[in-house]
Every structure is written in structure tokens, then in C-alpha cells.
């Protein structure tokens, strides 16, 4: 049989639910009161500032935190009163760590010591093919790149079968170009394999390119829920406009158009050289393909993206094609 046929195969997809879920620390709330449901074979991804409550969201799915007020379900079945091993759920966390006097191969094999000889072999010649590692497994962690302890980490992850992903800035050791394949590998397993994943973040750009759905997270509150696409267009608050998107949108007193209240406009939908808005340019960052420029407007600041370098102290036109009411 094909390898990821049969990959597919093991794989019978869970939903995740959190009903009232709160968890404290001493008198402080790590999170409080978070309603979610993650559906069978989702990506959803926790994004969210240092500190907001995220690794408390995982922990408390996986059962390493002890929840003190609602309810958890995987597949429909209260997990809540469950201890870890009872949960199949596979966790990667932030700093992976391997076995370092044992291989590779022995590395993984910890996951699955009850399955006899022959069939431990199996899982892991196969899942070490899908990720590329084959010649690796008699290697020492030592000996191997970021990278490729990385690919160790997740394959960990996948001999274990576990029918729920929760992994917690997996990537954060790597370099970018390091994080950027990587990312792309998860999400390939994850697409041939529909395995409900949790992935937690606070880096938004990877969110955008990895999530399904995307949970944002302040202060121990889960704020917004949507796809990639719709917290894009439609931030929930000006909390969310001013931290989502690269660059988040720039948010300016409705007196500078003909609107009443905040306003976000994204860098993308500033024309500059046209329209009657008038400002100057305080600054001009190259980004590759284009310029970001920022304009001051009344002691108020807009980036734009622009094909033109503009210069420091120029005073410039623009108008919007778009933007996006955030209340008073
Ligand atoms: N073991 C603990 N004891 C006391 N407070 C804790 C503990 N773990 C977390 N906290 C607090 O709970 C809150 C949420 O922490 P959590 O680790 O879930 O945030 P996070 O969003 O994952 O942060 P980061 O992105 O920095 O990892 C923080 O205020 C944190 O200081």
C-alpha cells in the first residue's frame, strides 16, 4: 500500500471543544471564560502577544493543566476529568527536546515501545521517508541541524498515531528560511493527513500562511475567530487591526476623512500621488518588491505601500481606496 494512503488510514480525525474554560495562576487568569470549537482535521491556529494565554490553551487540551472552571471534549467525549496519556493527542513544544545519547532511531522509538519489534520498524522507516530523515536515524541529536532535529521532533510526533496535533511555536529554534520550509512541511502532512491541529503562535505572518482558522487571544480572551482572510478584512477591534496583518493596519482619528471614530487602513489601499489628502514622509523601508513609506498627517501616521522610493521630508498626495471603521 502507499505510504501516505496508509498514513491517512491510521488517522480517524477528532474535534476539539472548550466550553467556559478558565485557568488561574494564584488569583491571576491565564485564560478565562474561552468558548471554542476546532472541527475534525482543522488547522486552527492560537495567535496572540507574549503572555496572552496560549501555551495555557494547549497545555490545558493535552491535560497538563489542571482547568478550573468548564469543560474540555475531543470527538464529543468529556476529556476534562483525563489524565494526558488517556487524551491521544501529540504535543510538540517550543523547545523539542531529544534524547541526546540515544539515535535518532531510538529517539523515535520511545513513542512506541509497546508495538513489537517489526512493527516499530515499519512506522518508522515509513514516517522517516515522508519527512525526509531516512538517512539520519543512526545519527546522534548532536549531529544533526536545527532543522533536521526539528524533522526529528515531528516525526516523534507521528509514529505516536496521535489523532490530535498540538504544537507550541514548533519552529521557533530555526532560522527563516529554516522556518519557512518547515512550515510548509507541517501543513503538507497536515493536508494529507487531516490531523486536527492546534498550533500556537505569535507570529502573524506564519499564521496567515499555515491557518485554517485563526484564534486570536488577548490577555487570557479569545477576541476573534475567522479565517485568515476575514480577520484580514474585518478585525474585530482596534486591538486586532493594530496587530494583525504585516503591517497591521494604521489607525487614524476619523477626522482626517469624512468619517467619525477610528479608522484602519491597510498599506495596501493607500494611493499615494493622488487624492486630497496631504502629508509628509517621515520614513521609507525597502521590502523587496515595493516600499513601505509612512506619512504624517495631522501628527498622525499612515504606512503605505508604494512601487516609488519617496524622500524623507517629501510632502505628498494620497487618498485611500479603502478602510475600515473601528468604532469611536
Ligand atoms: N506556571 C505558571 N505560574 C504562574 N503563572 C503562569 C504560569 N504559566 C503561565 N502563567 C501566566 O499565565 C499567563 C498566560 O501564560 P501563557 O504561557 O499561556 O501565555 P502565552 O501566550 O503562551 O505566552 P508566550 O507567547 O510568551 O509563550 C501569563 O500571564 C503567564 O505569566
Given at each position: 500500500m502507499d505510504a501516505i494512503l496508509r498514513i491517512i488510514l491510521w488517522v480517524d480525525k477528532m474535534s476539539v471543544e472548550l466550553k467556559n474554560v478558565t485557568k488561574k495562576y494564584g488569583k491571576i487568569y491565564a485564560i478565562r471564560n474561552v468558548n471554542l470549537k476546532i472541527n475534525k482535521g482543522e488547522f486552527f491556529v492560537l495567535l496572540g502577544p507574549s503572555g496572552s494565554g496560549k501555551t495555557t490553551i494547549l497545555r490545558s487540551i493535552a491535560g497538563l493543566e489542571k482547568i478550573d472552571e468548564g469543560r474540555i471534549f475531543i470527538d464529543n467525549e468529556d476529556v476534562t476529568p483525563l489524565p494526558p496519556g488517556k487524551r491521544n493527542v501529540a504535543m510538540v513544544f517550543q523547545n523539542f527536546a531529544l534524547y541526546p545519547n540515544k539515535t535518532v532511531y531510538e529517539n523515535l522509538s520511545l513513542p512506541i515501545e509497546n508495538l513489537n519489534k517489526s512493527e516499530r520498524e515499519e512506522r518508522i522507516t515509513e514516517v522517516a521517508k515522508r519527512l525526509g530523515i531516512s538517512d539520519l536515524l543512526n545519527r546522534y541529536p548532536s549531529e544533526l541541524s536545527g532543522g533536521q532535529q526539528q524533522r526529528v521532533a515531528l516525526a516523534r510526533a507521528l509514529v505516536k498515531r496521535a489523532k490530535i496535533f498540538l504544537m507550541d511555536e514548533p519552529l521557533s529554534n530555526l532560522d527563516a528560511p529554516q522556518r519557512i520550509s518547515a512550515r510548509k512541511l507541517i501543513k503538507d502532512i497536515q493536508i494529507e493527513e487531516r490531523i486536527t491541529t492546534i498550533y500556537v503562535t505569535h507570529d502573524q505572518t506564519e499564521a496567515m500562511a499555515i491557518a485554517d482558522r485563526i484564534g486570536i487571544i488577548f490577555n487570557g480572551s479569545l477576541?476573534?475567530?475567522?479565517?485568515p482572510e476575514e480577520i484580514y478584512e474585518n478585525p474585530a477591534n482596534i486591538d486586532v487591526a493594530m496587530f494583525f496583518g504585516n503591517p497591521p493596519m494604521s489607525i487614524i482619528d476619523g477626522k482626517v476623512v469624512d468619517e467619525k471614530g477610528k479608522i484602519g487602513v491597510r498599506a495596501e489601499d493607500v494611493s499615494i500621488g493622488e487624492g486630497k489628502l496631504k502629508g509628509v514622509v517621515r520614513e521609507v523601508e525597502f521590502?523587496?518588491?515595493?516600499y513601505l513609506v509612512y506619512i504624517s498627517?495631522?501628527?498622525?501616521?499612515i504606512r503605505a505601500f508604494s512601487k516609488i522610493?519617496?524622500?524623507?521630508?517629501?510632502e505628498v498626495n494620497f487618498s485611500f481606496s479603502k478602510y475600515k471603521l473601528l468604532g469611536e
Open positions: 477576541i476573534q475567530v475567522g479565517t521590502w523587496g518588491d515595493r498627517i495631522n501628527g498622525q501616521e522610493k519617496y524622500k524623507i521630508g517629501e
